[in-house]
Each structure stands twice: as C-alpha cells, then as structure tokens.
C-alpha cells in the first residue's frame, strides 16, 4: 500500500478493529530478539508463582502489535513519527494462545504538518491494555 495522503485521511475515521494473535512460540521468538528472558512470558509456573493469570506476553510486544496496525494504516512505517502508550492490563497467554484486538480513531489532521493523531484501542479478553495510546503520522 502506498503511503496514506492528506486526502485520505480525516478526523474520525476508524482503523480496524483488526485481532492479533499471540502464542506461546511469539513470546519465546519475541524474548530471544529483544534479550528479554524475564520468566514471567515463558515459564507458566514461574507466572503463577508470582501472582500472574498464567505467562504474558512482552508489553513492548503489546505496543509494537498495536503500531503494526497504524503502520499498516499509515502506509509505510517511516509515516509513524510520534508513538506512546502506558500499559494498563497484561496480555494473558494460555496455552492454547490469546489475542489482541486494535482500533483506532483519527482524532485530528493538520493540514500545515499534513499530520494525523490516531488514538488506538488494544483490548484482550475484552480488558484494555494499553492506555493513552496514541500515534502522529505523516501523511503524503
């Protein structure tokens, strides 16, 4: 897809909702490419001996799933120039896997920064997990 334009974007258009899903073997390859080995996203009983549901999936995992979908939206990754979330709720990832579902909303388009600000949703097992969670895109 090409890059989004100033033309094909306007305040309150939706993205998605587009569901993500996480697995097991995603946390063991996200863990090994970014080095974080905590046991809490692999090892089931380590997660429950520390208070957790079951193993969770990275946040920075979480937040890169929900600017993949803007990535898409946008057209070109290098169009997302400003990306930032707080975490609210982990993922939980049974055995059998789980899922992200992102949305999002054009909040604004400046016409002078041909700028869109996208405000982005990301729910599991129908709880939020990200907050503020918001991205600037440069658009054509």
């Not at 700028?115 to 990200?130: D, F, H, M, W």
């Amino acid at each position: 897809m090409a890059a989004r334009t100033l033309a094909q974007a306007t305040a309150g258009d939706t993205i998605g909702p587009v569901t993500l899903p996480v697995g097991r073997e995603t946390l063991v390859a996200y863990a090994n490419a970014s080095g974080d080995q905590n046991p809490i996203h692999q090892d089931e009983d380590f997660a429950k001996s520390v208070g957790l549901p079951d193993v969770i999936a990275h946040g920075m995992w979480t937040m890169g799933a929900a600017g993949a979908v803007v990535e898409e939206w946008a057209g070109d990754g290098g169009r997302v120039v400003e990306f930032g979330t707080r975490f609210t709720k982990p993922v939980v990832v049974p055995q059998g896997g789980g899922s992200v579902e992102v949305t999002g909303v054009v909040k604004s388009v400046d016409e002078q920064t041909r700028r869109a600000t996208v405000e982005l949703t990301a729910t599991s097992e129908g709880a939020k997990v990200l907050g503020r969670c918001i991205a600037v895109v440069q658009l054509d």
